[in-house]
T-cell receptor, first 112, second 116 residues
Framework: AQTVTQSQPEMSVQEAETVTLSCTYDTSESNYYLFWYKQPPSRQMILVIRQEAYKQQNATENRFSVNFQKAAKSFSLKISDSQLGDTAMYFCALEYGNKLVFGAGTILRVKS | GAVVSQHPSRVICKSGTSVKIECRSLDFQATTMFWYRQFPKKSLMLMATSNEGSKATYEQGVEKDKFLINHASLTLSTLTVTSAHPEDSSFYIC????????????FGSGTRLTVV
């Protein structure tokens, strides 16, 4: 079975600081995709960043970067220079068999 | 990127009635669409995979007769909640997958269903 675990239900960070959200997963597939999605209070799901499992280089999108450790099945998200607009629920997701499996989510609050 | 329109954004219906939610892919043809259910501050739970021109594939535990899915064209999938009850109240989200999973999935803006 494919599972995704986010062990931090809630986190807070001061504006302009850096925060890291944790995600671990389990899969028997050798190639797969991993995603981080953001769901702000509007509840619109927004793709933050994605990673192909066969690529060793960590993905980066502006202030967002990941630390992908394939052997450890870990996929953490680092947000640098946090902004108030980053306040949202963040979901880690694993794609397998053309389906997405989501973690439980982490509520991130950015404080001014 | 892909644009997905979901309608209505919120609906209130009486217990025992049926409600239809539409999910449209506006800028590309989608052979596969997905329907999720989300409770407040919880994760998205996949309900079913909607396949154009064929029957939907439901996840274990999802009642096929209660949640009817129709994917009659490459740009439209509908979810009908039949004989709705208060426990069906939830946030329903559709998503569309572009050909090639690496592009990820684009989500509709969701529908908040309240059954009274």
């Amino acid at each position: 079975a494919q599972t995704v675990t986010q062990s931090q239900p809630e986190m807070s960070v001061q504006e302009a600081e850096t925060v890291t959200l944790s995600c671990t997963y389990d899969t028997s597939e050798s190639n797969y995709y991993l995603f981080w999605y953001k769901q702000p209070p509007s509840r619109q799901m927004i793709l933050v960043i994605r990673q192909e499992a066969y690529k060793q280089q960590n993905a980066t999108e502006n202030r967002f970067s990941v630390n992908f450790q394939k052997a450890a099945k870990s996929f953490s998200l680092k947000i640098s220079d946090s902004q108030l607009g980053d306040t949202a629920m963040y979901f880690c997701a694993l794609e397998y068999g053309n389906k997405l499996v989501f973690g439980a989510g982490t509520i991130l609050r950015v404080k001014s | 990127g892909a644009v997905v329109s979901q309608h209505p954004s919120r609906v209130i219906c009486k217990s025992g009635t049926s409600v239809k939610i539409e999910c449209r892919s506006l800028d590309f043809q989608a052979t596969t669409m997905f329907w999720y259910r989300q409770f407040p501050k919880k994760s998205l739970m996949l309900m079913a995979t909607s396949n154009e021109g064929s029957k939907a594939t439901y996840e274990q535990g999802v009642e096929k007769d209660k949640f009817l899915i129709n994917h009659a064209s490459l740009t439209l999938s509908t979810l009908t909640v039949t004989s709705a009850h208060p426990e069906d109240s939830s946030f329903y989200i559709c998503s569309v997958q572009r050909t090639g999973g690496f592009d990820g999935y684009t989500f509709g803006s969701g529908t908040r269903l309240t059954v009274v």
